[in-house]
């Protein structure tokens, strides 16, 4: 069995990504991981480059500037790095996410499990969004608490955008999400702990591939009721990165609800009266 591992990246270090964390965390169990690198205002490729690993494949890309619709140019990005991904499995990872050293056996163990099982084409991971610092975490419909991030080479599947993929069956050109088992094991997301600088500089530059318009971030403009205290580990690739604070992320108690925030929180209400999960899925879990 070989798993591939994949990522794309461009301004990385402007846009505060602990992306060489990123890639380091998964390094053990990939036997290729195909980094492209889209062309940066900063030290992003050097930066890769740097990790001096054998497995690491880097290609170098230039972004569709004229693309300018529904985050299409980052599931081309996405493919291209995808599209050379040779092994069985392809385990695509953000710049901001992490994958903790202790579960690397069990997302092994789930890849070797499944590998000849046809009715599997995607491995899900639980997701703990951190937020405002490294001791909180968002609890919250609105943000997905679990999302594919491994799939078959064999499959037909593309990116309509760099979150999820879309599955076609044999010569069939209508699309539907692929169909996952669980790994097992978790993705620790930091994108946002970064610097609000840094959060409101990315929003500045990509907001135009959605055709919309970059609107100020304050972290703390957010429902105070979805945040939640960390209290476990984090992965030790990370931890340099972190930022210092003490204690738990404290939002505005005033903070105006948004009508989506509305909306999630009478969702979050249904979730704990009727112990459902209400979160959006890209996938089909398989029982």
């Known amino acids: 069995m070989k798993i591939s591992g994949f990522t794309f990246i461009r301004n990385g270090t402007n846009f505060g990504f602990p992306f060489s964390e990123s890639i380091r965390s998964i390094l053990p169990i990939v036997d290729e991981f195909i980094v492209n690198v889209g062309k940066s205002d900063d030290d992003t490729l050097e930066k890769v480059k740097s990790i001096r690993d054998s497995k690491i494949k880097i290609i170098e890309s230039r972004w569709n500037e004229n693309m300018k ?20 499995w392809a385990f695509y990872l953000e710049g901001d996410e992490i994958v903790h050293e202790n579960d690397l056996s069990k ?3 789930a890849c ?45 599947s593309y990116a309509p955008d760099g979150l999820f993929w879309h599955i ?51 972290y703390r403009e957010i429902d105070p009721r979805i945040i939640r205290e960390f209290t476990g580990a984090h992965p030790a690739v990370i931890q340099k990165w972190l ?18 925030e509305k909306k999630h929180r009478w969702m979050l209400h249904l979730e704990r009266m009727f112990g459902i999960e209400l979160s959006k899925k890209h996938f089909f879990t398989l029982k």
């Not at 619709?69 to 069985?88: E, H, I, P, R, T």
């Not at 610092?133 to 608490?145: H, I, K, Q, T």
């Not at 169909?179 to 997301?189: D, E, F, M, N, V």
Request: proline share 3%; with cysteine.
């Open 69 to 88: 619709v529904g985050g299409y140019v980052y599931g081309q990005q996405k493919m291209l790095a995808q599209f050379n991904c040779s092994g069985d």
């Open 243 to 260: 930022p210092k604070e003490q204690g738990i992320f404290l939002a505005n108690p005033s903070h105006r609800l948004t009508r989506r």
């Open 168 to 218: 076609l069956n044999g010569k069939s050109r209508k699309a539907r999400y692929p169909l996952a088992s669980h790994t097992g094991a978790k993705i620790y997301h930091y994108g946002w702990i970064r610097s609000e600088e840094e959060m409101n500089r990315k929003s500045e530059n990509i907001q135009k591939y959605w055709s919309q318009n970059h609107r100020r971030i304050d």
């Open 112 to 156: 070797s499990k499944n590998l000849y099982d046809k009715r599997v084409e995607a491995l899900i991971f639980d997701y703990l969004h951190f937020y405002g610092n490294a001791n909180s975490y968002l609890d919250s419909p609105g943000w997905y608490r679990q999302a594919a991030r491994i799939i078959k080479t064999s499959v037909r």
């Open 107 to 109: 997302i092994v163990d």
